[in-house]
């Protein structure tokens, strides 16, 4: 179950199709030169393979425990969140001003990718504190950040994302969680269910962000507002006091990602948790979007992580198991499994996938760099539109090849596969969650439907599907029979959710359950095809590299010929989706509820 980072592969992604040279020429970003890049990617690589592969199945066998409200881990998972606060890794992305390192989110991506994929239980602590950092920068007070953000950047403090409840679910308009004020802070009771690291022994203090109501409040989503109640009170002068009235009273029996405690907390038992009101009242939802977002673009960050991971592992057992002839040579020995065609197959079907995924999540990364920090108003605008645009597919459509890439990777094991000991199992169990929270895939689906097409008409979509269809062309304009066929399957593909996207404009207000019953068929071909033309351009980049001297003639080829198997054994699956949108929504909703 050991891991290496795919730095080479992180390095051309960033360097030769997403463009890290334009992100560093942004203001602020100055530092991110290719040496210092290199030197991240290398030394993450070492602390992912060294410090946080290693403890991975350990994590999975022990998981976390509870008892009288404390949460204890792994003494191996406490050691290693000490290595990486103290090397300074939670830092990467955010403002110098708190100490933070101000590098670019495309290669905290990169980074992040590495925590996920060597230990996705770890991973999910920093993967949540990233998004209280985020909010608490663009919501939060003076004084709020002053007294929270250095210690969340350092990671000395975690934060937490507190929503959802035993009644609401994925509804947070049925929150019913109780803010009373009282002097200068409110008390806050109630509930709160599935919080990841809402209780651990990592770090010296937790800092939730909580979803709850004012007394005056409206019923649904626009009488929620969002307040900050630490674990443990924060003096004046920094240090820590009391603890607040807010216990861990269960932790949920999961599937995977065992060592990561997933929380119920209990608000107010001894008269109410001491909390801080962020921004206005009843903007609460809105301001959690800022967490939730990020979330969901870490979220999908996962799936093409534990993909790799799964990858890696079934590759190298493909290499090593022996077992029957080689059909080229039937009177010969017998051969390591990668040599029977079957296996190439599933294995380059991950490969293609996962390499799709990488480039979706560092584009839409970049895309972040570009809103936050171009000088141009129209390109940060513009940069945020395809971010909104991108978020639900890259949460949907990574996550749901995360969970067939390692079932894929069980397949490879065949019987060993579904054996516990050799930690391909662990691989598809750890995945099985990231479709469901942060909002599940179907929600996903619905958000890219309504609100991402209905908001302007389809216009950033259609106009995304443009830009893809001058990828096909300038991939058709290189010389060779891979890249056309490349070209001719992404033009094939754009056409397909053209139709499409079509479709769903003149479906979605007249008969919006037939759009909502084609959305998750919807987005699948959306990001089948975003990941064609990703490849496509990794294509056009390889086929560019290797006219330079010294090129590296195995890595770039093998970009080339996988792009090339994605266009012909993936992207062709986006036409047979069709159909079942624009035909067959009528049968989803045809049955009575006793016919099932």
């Known amino acids: ?8 592969d992180m390095r ?35 602390f992912a393979a060294g410090v946080l592969a290693p403890i991975n199945a350990e994590g999975d ?3 976390s425990k509870l008892a009288n409200g404390v949460v204890t881990q792994p003494e191996s998972f406490r050691a290693a969140y000490k290595q990486y606060v103290e090397a300074g890794w ?87 969680t109780k803010a009373m004020p009282n002097g200068d802070h ?48 924060v003096k004046a002068d920094g240090s820590l006091g009391a603890r607040n009235d807010l216990l861990c009273t ?46 969901r673009q870490s979220v999908g960050l996962q799936g093409l992580a534990i993909a790799e991971r799964a990858y890696q592992q079934a590759r190298e057992y493909a290499k090593t198991r022996i077992q029957s002839k080689d059909l080229r040579n039937p009177r010969g020995p017998s051969v390591a499994i990668i040599n029977h065609p079957d296996v190439r197959r599933m294995l380059l079907t991950m490969k293609s996938q996962i390499e799709a995924a990488r480039l979706l999540c560092y584009e839409t990364a970049a895309a972040r760099d570009i809103a936050k920090a171009h000088p141009e108003a129209g390109e940060r605008a513009a940069a945020q539109l395809r971010i909104e645009l991108l978020t639900p597919v890259v949460k949907a459509w990574c996550t749901d090849l995360g969970c067939e890439v390692a079932s894929l990777g069980i397949q490879v094991h065949g019987g060993m596969g579904f054996i516990e000991e050799t930690g391909a199992a662990q691989h598809l169990r750890d995945a099985r969650i990231a479709p469901i929270y942060e909002g599940t895939n179907g929600i996903q689906a619905n958000d890219l439907v309504f609100r991402k097409l209905g908001r302007d008409q389809g216009a950033a979509a259609l106009a995304f599907i443009q830009e893809m269809k001058t990828v096909a062309a300038e991939t058709a304009a ?90 012909e054994q993936i992207l062709p699956q986006a036409a047979g989706l069709l159909v079942p949108i624009t035909k067959g929504s009528g049968t989803v909703m045809a049955l009575t509820d006793e016919q099932y």
Request: glycine share 12%; aromatic share 8%.
């Open 90 to 176: 939670n830092g990467v992305p955010f403002e110098p001003e708190y100490g933070g390192q101000g590098l670019p989110w495309a290669l905290a991506f990169a980074v992040q990718e590495m925590w996920q994929s060597a230990n996705m239980a770890f991973g999910l602590c920093p993967m949540l504190n990233q998004g209280a950092v985020e909010l608490l920068t663009e919501h939060g007070s003076p004084e709020q950040k002053a007294t929270y953000l250095a210690k969340l950047i350092s990671g000395e403090w975690t934060g937490t994302m507190d929503l959802t409840e035993p009644s609401a679910g994925s509804d947070l308009g049925a929150v019913r």
């Open 1 to 8: 179950m050991t891991y290496s980072a795919p730095v080479a």
């Open 478 to 567: 290189r010389p060779g029979d891979d890249l056309k066929a490349i070209s001719d399957a992404l033009f094939t593909g754009c056409i397909v959710l053209e139709q499409a996207t079509l479709w769903m404009l003149e479906t979605l207000k007249p008969d919006p359950v037939a759009a909502a019953a084609g959305a998750a068929n919807y987005l699948r071909i959306f990001g089948l095809v975003t990941g064609g033309a990703l490849l496509a351009r990794a294509a056009i980049a390889a086929n560019d590299d290797l006219r330079q001297r010294g090129a590296d003639v195995d890595f770039l080829t093998g970009k080339i010929i996988t792009a090339r198997f994605y266009a």
């Open 250 to 295: 269960g932790l949920e029996h999961k599937l995977g990602i065992m060592a990561s405690p997933t929380a119920v907390l209990s608000y107010g038992d001894q008269g109410g948790a001491v909390g801080s009101l962020i921004g206005e009242p009843g903007r609460g939802l809105e301001y959690m979007f800022s967490m939730m977002n990020n979330a």
């Open 186 to 233: 409110y008390l806050i009771s109630g509930t709160k269910i599935f919080i990841t690291y809402g209780e651990h022994d990592q770090a010296e203090n937790i800092i939730h962000l909580v979803l709850a109501r004012l007394p005056d409040a409206p019923a649904g989503s626009k009488g929620i507002s969002l307040f900050i109640a630490p674990k443990f009170l």
């Open 12 to 46: 051309f992604v960033l360097n030769r199709v997403i463009g890290l040279d334009r992100i560093a020429a942004l203001p602020g970003y100055e530092d991110a030169t290719p040496d210092l890049v290199d030197s991240v990617l290398e030394e993450a690589g070492k």
């Open 61 to 63: 066998r022990l998981g």
